[in-house]
């Protein structure tokens, strides 16, 4: 087992020790006092505890993870045969440079240093040690057993093999990485998150308009999971405040020096802007709109400009980077396509008069886009590209295995645990046509992007940002969009495989009830959960759920909108198999390398009659069969097929 030192038992450091284990790392967790350790053993033995009772992990994994776990007080014995230590002490500049003066007296030559600094300088640190080219930033979330992103940051003599060390670490332990290129204080997100925040609360304190009225027009009619106001509360005010002096991003506004100084710091103490000794804070829905949004979203673009000018990271790293590490439904850049990006220079000339903010000053880059008429999506072009196929998919990837003749369609909304927004419905349909016209490809596999989730269903904070999304009126369009996409996957002349690997609730149950094959991950719960809101199932649940289950057990299932284990999916036949998370992919390509083995006219055809041939009386159903039995009949491939039978050997089905 390779094994890591974890410096810190804190919320980070604990949450980055758990996700190491579970990943089958030997993982040294040390600490300067007993108290720490045995806290962050308490939370690490909840959450195992936790996920054997959900299911999710069997009791034999749990003390397996636990037994990888091991707590000292003594930094020799962490850091000594450690492969990478991952220090996440209290954000402290000269605390983390006195713990790696002390690391780097037992660790081997070889060993790579990592700091989990949120936005302190790696270059600095690292100054400290005898091995800056084995020195770089690991930017964990909190919670780190929930959020994707890790953000890896180069430090000026940071090498190539350390940042490549870096990257295929987080990706071991199932986390998403992104490269930071350069040391830039706050690096992507917390220098876009930092200043959208104090920019808002700024606006709060000169009356441009009510706490409410920012909040309610960003989390309402931009699909924001918070409003900047109590998403600082959240966080927390002192943080903020001190993020905001250390980074120099932007000024501290006087209202929220005054919370600081009444010791009114948010969530924490129970009231910093809101009140939230009775629980989060109700927005009103009707203040939306009220505000100019464009006074926190064009700074928020300008700075993702600055980092792709400075070479920091490219628009798709810094949207992914934010979207990931802040739930918003699209990154800055995206934003800044869809407003204009003329629009927002114009807003920022005007808010830099108002404010004389640096943050403000639009960036050459932007200046540059809008004097060649790169606009964004209105003009064609702008941080993306929206001529042409390599603009038609931002929500979903396609990988092709030309080897074998598979291709998977990954939902690629990790942030949003791949619920299915109208985007993404259009983008699925879009790639099932150039699909099936690719010869090449012989079997579709259906998957989400991260372990956690396949599809968490129709995205409801896509339906809160437009309300009226749901109303009767609406609605039936609403069902029809989902159903004739899902149809055309039913439809689709090759066999199409569900691999469900986390959680399938919802619209995303019901796209993998229109797949010929559900492999499930016992990682992973399955459902049709409409029922719990007050909807049904809108886009062919309540028929194929019944086909496939029988009518009292799909009644069951949908009424109750009951989740339920893979084991128990498969127990009643709503999986073709469970199969444990370790063996989940083997089990998955090996069918979809059965079925491309197989002739693809023949599939095509069987797949119809079947399909179409079900519910019909069987003397219907028979004279479809031989209608499609006489076109297998007719094709190279049987022929192929009854010569390889008599030769004794593999046939080699070419499609025609």
Same mark, same amino acid.
């Given at each position: 087992?390779?094994?890591?030192?974890?410096?810190?038992?804190?919320?980070?450091?604990?949450?980055?020790?758990?996700?190491?284990?579970m990943?089958?790392?030997?993982?040294?967790?040390?600490?300067?006092?007993?108290?720490?350790?045995?806290?962050?053993?308490?939370?690490?033995?909840?959450?195992?505890?936790?996920?054997?009772?959900?299911?999710?992990?069997?009791?034999?994994?749990?003390?397996?993870?636990?037994?990888?776990?091991?707590?000292?007080?003594?930094?020799?014995?962490? =850091?000594?045969?450690?492969?990478?230590?991952?220090?996440?002490?209290?954000e402290?500049?000269?605390?983390k440079?006195?713990?790696?003066?002390?690391?780097?007296?037992?660790?081997?030559?070889?060993?790579?240093?990592?700091?989990?600094?949120?936005?302190l300088?790696?270059?600095e640190?690292? /100054?400290?040690?005898?091995?800056?080219?084995?020195?770089?930033?690991?930017?964990f979330?909190?919670?780190?057993?929930?959020?994707?992103?890790?953000?890896?940051?180069?430090?000026?003599?940071?090498?190539?093999?350390?940042i490549?060390?870096?990257?295929?670490?987080?990706?071991?332990?199932?986390?998403?990485p992104?490269?930071?290129?350069?040391?830039?204080?706050?690096?992507?997100?917390?220098?876009?998150?930092v200043?959208?925040?104090?920019?808002?609360? #700024? #606006?709060?304190?000169?009356?441009?308009?009510?706490?409410?009225?920012?909040?309610?027009t960003?989390?309402?009619?931009y699909?924001f999971?918070?409003?900047?106001?109590?998403?600082?509360d959240?966080?927390?005010?002192?943080?903020?405040?001190?993020?905001?002096?250390?980074?120099?991003?932007?000024?501290?506004?006087?209202?929220?020096?005054?919370?600081?100084?009444?010791?009114e710091?948010?969530m924490?103490?129970?009231?910093g802007?809101?009140?939230?000794?009775?629980?989060?804070?109700?927005?009103?829905?009707e203040?939306?709109?009220?505000?100019d949004?464009?006074?926190?979203?064009?700074? %928020?673009?300008?700075?993702?400009?600055?980092?792709?000018?400075?070479?920091?990271?490219?628009?798709?790293? =810094?949207?992914?980077?934010?979207?990931?590490?802040?739930?918003?439904?699209? /990154?800055?850049?995206?934003?800044?396509?869809?407003?204009?990006?003329?629009v927002?220079?114009?807003?920022?000339?005007?808010?830099?008069?108002?404010?004389?903010l640096?943050?403000?000053?639009?960036?050459?880059?932007?200046?540059?886009?809008?004097?060649?008429?790169?606009?964004?999506?209105?003009?064609?072009?702008?941080?993306?590209?929206?001529?042409?196929?390599e603009?038609?998919?931002?929500?979903?990837?396609?990988?092709?295995?030309?080897?074998?003749?598979?291709?998977?369609?990954?939902?690629?909304?990790?942030?949003?645990?791949?619920a299915?927004?109208?985007?993404?419905?259009?983008?699925?349909?879009?790639?099932?046509?150039?699909?099936?016209?690719?010869?090449?490809?012989?079997?579709?596999?259906?998957?989400g992007?991260?372990?956690?989730?396949?599809?968490?269903?129709f995205?409801?904070?896509?339906?809160?940002?437009?309300?009226?999304?749901?109303?009767?009126?609406?609605?039936?369009?609403?069902?029809?969009?989902?159903?004739?996409?899902?149809?055309?996957?039913?439809?689709?002349?090759?066999?199409?495989?569900?691999a469900?690997?986390?959680?399938?609730?919802?619209?995303?149950?019901?796209?993998?009830?229109?797949?010929?094959?559900?492999? %499930?991950?016992?990682?992973?719960?399955?459902?049709?959960?409409?029922?719990?809101i007050?909807?049904?199932?809108?886009?062919?649940?309540?028929?194929?759920?019944?086909?496939?289950?029988?009518?009292?057990?799909?009644?069951?299932?949908?009424?109750?909108?009951?989740?339920?284990?893979?084991?128990?999916?498969?127990?009643?036949?709503?999986?073709?198999?469970?199969?444990d998370?370790?063996?989940?992919?083997?089990?998955?390509?090996?069918?979809?390398k059965?079925?491309?083995?197989?002739?693809?006219?023949?599939?095509?055809?069987?797949?119809?009659?079947?399909?179409?041939?079900?519910?019909?009386?069987?003397?219907?159903?028979?004279?479809?069969?031989?209608?499609?039995?006489?076109?297998?009949?007719s094709?190279e491939?049987?022929?192929?097929?009854?010569?390889?039978?008599?030769?004794?050997?593999?046939?080699?089905?070419?499609?025609?």
């Open positions: 087992m390779k094994k890591i030192a974890v410096l810190g038992a804190g919320a980070m450091g604990h949450g980055i020790a758990y996700v190491s284990a990943a089958g790392y030997e993982v040294w967790v040390r600490d300067i006092d007993q108290k720490f350790l045995d806290k962050a053993l308490a939370n690490i033995q909840k959450m195992l505890e936790k996920a054997v009772t959900k299911g999710k992990m069997k009791e034999e994994k749990a003390k397996e993870v636990l037994g990888r776990l091991h707590f000292t007080l003594d930094m020799k014995e962490a =850091v000594e045969g450690a492969e990478l230590v991952i220090e996440a002490v209290p402290i500049l000269d605390l440079k006195k713990v790696f003066e002390e690391v780097q007296q037992h660790a081997s030559p070889e060993c790579i240093f990592a700091t989990n600094t949120s936005g300088s790696i270059t640190i690292a /100054g400290v040690t005898d091995r800056p080219e084995k020195f770089m930033g690991l930017h979330f909190n919670p780190v057993p929930v959020m994707q992103l890790v953000e890896v940051i180069r430090g000026e003599k940071t090498a190539d093999s350390t490549e060390y870096g990257v295929n670490f987080v990706k071991s332990i199932g986390k998403t992104v490269v930071v290129k350069k040391d830039v204080e706050g690096f992507i997100v917390n220098r876009c998150l200043p959208y925040l104090a920019l808002a609360i #700024d #606006d709060v304190g000169r009356g441009v308009a009510t706490k409410e009225e920012i909040d309610a960003m989390k309402f009619t699909a999971p918070m409003g900047p106001i109590e998403l600082g959240f966080v927390g005010l002192d943080i903020l405040y001190y993020g905001g002096e250390q980074w120099s991003l932007v000024p501290n506004a006087d209202i929220l020096k005054e919370r600081i100084e009444k010791k710091l948010g924490k103490t129970g009231k802007f809101y009140d939230w000794s009775k629980g989060r804070p109700e927005i009103p829905k203040l939306a709109g009220k505000y949004a464009l006074r926190l979203i064009a700074p %928020m673009v300008n700075i993702a400009a600055g980092l792709i000018e400075m070479g920091v990271a490219s628009a798709e790293e =810094v949207d992914l980077a934010m979207k990931l590490g802040t739930n918003m439904p699209k /990154g800055p850049c995206e934003l800044g396509d869809e407003a204009g990006l003329d927002v220079v114009k807003k920022l000339e005007e808010l830099y008069e108002e404010k004389k640096d943050v403000l000053k639009p960036v050459e880059l932007l200046k540059k886009m809008v004097s060649e008429g790169k606009l964004g999506k209105k003009s064609g072009e702008g941080f993306y590209n929206y001529r042409g196929e603009a038609a998919f931002k929500n979903l990837i396609i990988e092709k295995d030309e080897e074998n003749r598979i291709a998977k369609i990954v939902l690629n909304r990790p942030h949003r645990l791949n299915l927004s109208f985007e993404l419905l259009d983008e699925i349909e879009l790639a099932l046509k150039k699909l099936a016209k690719d010869d090449d490809v012989r079997v579709v596999i259906f998957t992007a991260g372990d956690k989730s396949f599809s968490a269903g995205d409801l904070q896509e339906a809160l940002a437009d309300p009226s999304t749901l109303k009767p009126a609406n609605s039936a369009m609403v069902s029809a969009r989902g159903q004739e996409v899902f149809t055309a996957i039913e439809k689709f002349p090759k066999p199409v495989i569900a469900i690997n986390g959680y399938a609730f919802g619209g995303g149950c019901e796209l993998t009830l229109a797949c010929d094959f559900r492999i %499930m991950s016992r990682a992973g719960k399955i459902g049709l959960t409409e029922a719990a007050g909807l049904i199932p809108g886009w062919g649940g309540t028929q194929r759920m019944a086909k496939l289950v029988g009518m009292a057990k799909a009644k069951e299932l949908i009424l109750l909108a009951k989740r339920i284990t893979a084991d128990e999916a498969e127990a009643i036949g709503l999986v073709n198999k469970s199969v998370p370790d063996n989940f992919w083997d089990e998955v390509m090996s069918l979809a059965a079925l491309a083995e197989m002739p693809p006219i023949t599939l095509r055809v069987a797949k119809y009659a079947i399909n179409y041939g079900y519910e019909l009386p069987v003397e219907a159903g028979q004279a479809i069969e031989a209608a499609y039995f006489g076109i297998a009949t094709t491939d049987v022929m192929e097929g009854v010569r390889a039978f008599f030769e004794r050997r593999k046939p080699e089905f070419k499609g025609r």
